[in-house]
């Protein structure tokens, strides 16, 4: 069985920085591409980041480039979501999101966390 288990949400001042964290358990992490998503209060849910099941690719929104990093820590079962410079505009629900089929990029997103809780202030 699949869990995804975000951590590190919170309350901060714009321009200050978040770490997000979401802990995998219940099959190999390693074999799994993995992505972060949110979602705002009436906005549609948005694809913020993917990082490849190797690890060595990743994607991230217009909106987010330059300013978040997706990582993974295979050893921990664990992806990341560095993110710097936030906006008010940030203010989301952020969810961490596997796939059902290993040992590729091109995915649907099946496994979902409960999801972390991020407000930036102006």
């Known amino acids: 069985q699949v869990q995804l288990v975000e951590s590190g949400g919170g309350l901060v001042q714009a321009g200050g920085s978040l770490r997000l964290s979401c802990a995998a358990s219940?099959?190999?992490?390693?074999?799994?591409?993995m992505a972060w998503f949110r979602k705002a209060p009436r906005k549609d849910r948005e694809l913020v980041a993917t990082?490849?099941?190797?690890?060595?690719?990743?994607y991230y929104s217009d909106s987010v480039t330059a300013r978040f990093t997706i990582s993974r820590d295979n050893a921990a079962n664990t992806v990341h979501l560095e993110m710097n410079r936030l906006k008010p505009e940030d203010t989301a629900v952020y969810y961490c999101?596997?796939?059902?089929?290993?040992?590729?990029?091109?995915?649907?997103?099946?496994?979902w966390g409960q999801g972390t809780q991020v407000t930036v202030s102006s």
């Open positions: 999101a596997a796939p059902d089929s290993p040992y590729t990029d091109f995915v649907e997103w099946n496994y």
């Open positions: 219940g099959r190999p992490f390693s074999r799994y591409a």
């Open positions: 990082i490849s099941w190797r690890g060595g690719l990743t």
